[in-house]
T-cell receptor, first 117, second 114 residues
Framework: GAGVSQSPRYKVAKRGQDVALRCDPISGHVSLFWYQQALGQGPEFLTYFQNEAQLDKSGLPSDRFFAERPEGSVSTLKIQRTQQEDSAVYLC???????????????FGSGTRLTVV | AQKVTQAQTEISVVEKEDVTLDCVYETRDTTYYLFWYKQPPSGELVFLIRRNSFDEQNEISGRYSWNFQKSTSSFNFTITASQVVDSAVYFCALSYNYGQNFVFGPGTRLSVLP
């Protein structure tokens, strides 16, 4: 597609519920990133994929967070047993490759706003 | 440590005023890239500019201009003759470790009043 597409746009979950957030990167983009943006803060790195390989998951805040990209295109970020502190906007970004992404800047989606009540 | 600081949390200006958004960064790398992104109310992050650490030339693009000064580790962004559509949160970001890592500042919320 022309841009990075994320769904759903908004998600309200009850505490303890599992959620799945979807990211469709730009076609042909090798690298895919997930960021978490808390209210009033800058985005913070969660995890990085190169094709289907998850090369860096150092930013995932707990083992309740899990991401996958099984065919090297669409990615899903899953949060198990959601907590109130998980409320944030989850942004997905893609680039042709990681190093060139840093050169040219990543292309971001509009994000999924997760509210845990 | 690699860090980006945007000391201005919120700025309000009246339309047609000029406004400068400050960005100060910290990195041990000699090769790095600096970016500005705009985040309008719709939520997406819109890429505005990148600058590599070896290019200290200032850049102008329409009403936007950027002042990169390595001596003070700053990469400030000026909007000339601001417009209501410029209202957004602006993020400064740093890419380091040969592009392996990317860190954002906390953002500055700009409100341009008619």
């Amino acid at each position: 597609g022309a841009g990075v597409s994320q769904s759903p746009r908004y998600k309200v979950a009850k505490r303890g519920q599992d959620v799945a957030l979807r990211c469709d990167p730009i076609s042909g983009h090798v690298s895919l990133f997930w960021y978490q943006q808390a209210l009033g803060q800058g985005p913070e790195f969660l995890t990085y994929f190169q094709n289907e390989a998850q090369l860096d998951k150092s930013g995932l805040p707990s083992d309740r967070f899990f991401a996958e990209r099984p065919e090297g295109s669409v990615s899903t970020l899953k949060i198990q047993r959601t907590q109130q502190e998980d409320s944030a906007v989850y942004l997905c970004a893609s680039s042709l490759e990681r190093d060139r992404g840093a050169d040219y800047g990543y292309t971001f989606g509009s994000g999924t706003r997760l509210t845990v009540v | 440590a690699q860090k980006v600081t945007q000391a201005q949390t919120e700025i309000s200006v009246v339309e047609k005023e000029d406004v400068t958004l400050d960005c100060v960064y910290e990195t041990r790398d000699t090769t790095y890239y600096l970016f500005w992104y705009k985040q309008p109310p719709s939520g997406e992050l819109v890429f505005l500019i990148r600058r590599n650490s070896f290019d200290e030339q200032n850049e102008i693009s329409g009403r936007y201009s950027w002042n990169f000064q390595k001596s003070t580790s700053s990469f400030n962004f000026t909007i000339t003759a601001s417009q209501v559509v410029d209202s957004a949160v602006y993020f400064c970001a740093l890419s380091y470790n040969y592009g392996q890592n990317f860190v954002f500042g906390p953002g500055t919320r700009l409100s341009v009043l008619p």
